[in-house]
């Protein structure tokens, strides 16, 4: 990048028809540019400017000498101007692209060495060129890189947000089979069964070890959970206690009957010792077992802050 911290550009054309003597100039800057001296060579042109129009080719000629002498911006401002009088100046178009190279401007150089080679070839652009697509190619990479990288942190956001929407409908997911099959709660029942409860509870340390043993196994709490099962198994009870032939009804629902024979597996042992009163006519324990699934049921929809008729 050139320092464009550049003095004031050189005079334009104002007024001024003295031809012979602009003539008389540009020769005289031409000798000094070909000797080297840019500095003297410029100052010839700057009067040649000023004493008749200039053509585009001594605007070129000067902005030459501004590139050499390091005032890049002076120059394109100088082939802007010839360009304006002939477009297709090679001249102009390959020191303006030699100017905007130094300049920093390396698509603009480009596209104005591009098209004075394409009119008038010539080495020194030639070398310009090269060295313009080569500056090119590595700012098309660097784009490239930059793009990238924007792409990539915005699909490790996605990747970050997905994760995140996964983990939170997996914990629901967790807490909704939790609150399903977990034990509810029983609000004090841990260390005896509050007064009142229906049936009676002698001969038993507390109804709570028994639900707490039921509402252990999967099936039994999920059944528990299902208002049908519920439902039929309050209504089994008839006036006198448990109905057996509501009880062998039951028995043969496709959803009432696996949760009672799973209740009446689990209790049936423990309803054994447990003293009291049985179902006439059947086995002791198994007596039991019906009278205790029945308590066992009310006291779960009690436990849920359901309304249980008697």
């Known amino acids: 990048m050139a320092d464009t911290d550049e003095p004031p550009f050189p005079p334009m054309y104002e007024s001024g028809d003295d031809f012979d003597k602009a003539g008389d100039l540009k020769m005289e800057a031409s000798d000094l540019k070909s000797a080297g001296d840019f ?10 400017v000023q004493c008749a129009e200039p053509s585009a ?30 477009p297709d100046s090679a001249k102009a178009l390959r020191i303006r692209g030699t100017a905007k190279k130094e300049i920093g401007d ?5 596209a104005d060495l591009s098209a004075s080679q394409a009119i008038d070839y010539n080495d ?14 590595e700012m098309e990479a660097e784009v490239a890189k930059k793009r990238n990288e924007e792409e990539e942190k915005i699909r490790k956001k996605a990747a970050e947000i997905k994760k995140a929407q996964e983990e939170a409908k997996r914990e629901a997911e967790e807490e909704a089979a939790a609150s399903a099959t977990g034990m509810p709660n029983m609000g004090g029942m841990p260390g005896g069964m509050p007064g009142g409860m229906p049936g009676g509870m002698s001969g038993m340390g507390g109804m709570a070890g028994m639900m707490g ?3 252990s196994d999967p099936e039994i709490a999920a059944g528990l959970q299902n208002p049908k099962v519920m439902q039929a198994m309050m209504g089994m009870m008839g006036a006198g206690g448990p109905d057996p032939a509501k ?12 949760v009672l024979t799973k209740l009446m597996e689990k209790l049936g042992p423990m309803a054994a010792g447990m003293g009291g009163g049985g179902m006439p006519g059947m086995p002791p324990a198994l007596g039991h077992s019906i009278t205790e699934t029945h308590q066992l049921t009310r006291l779960t929809q009690r436990s849920h802050g359901r309304s249980i008729a008697s």
């Open 124 to 137: 020194q652009a030639a070398q310009d060129l090269k060295f313009c697509v080569e500056k090119h190619v």
């Open 213 to 215: 043993a039921m509402m």
């Open 57 to 86: 080719l001594l605007y070129a000629n000067r902005a030459d000498c501004l590139v050499k002498l390091d005032r890049p911006l002076a120059a394109v401002n100088d082939c802007d101007a010839a360009l304006k009088m002939n």
């Open 39 to 48: 500095e003297g060579a410029l100052a010839k042109y700057n009067e040649a």
């Open 247 to 258: 009880m062998m009804e039951l028995m043969n629902d496709p959803e009432v009957g696996p």
């Open 106 to 110: 390396f698509e603009a150089a480009l």
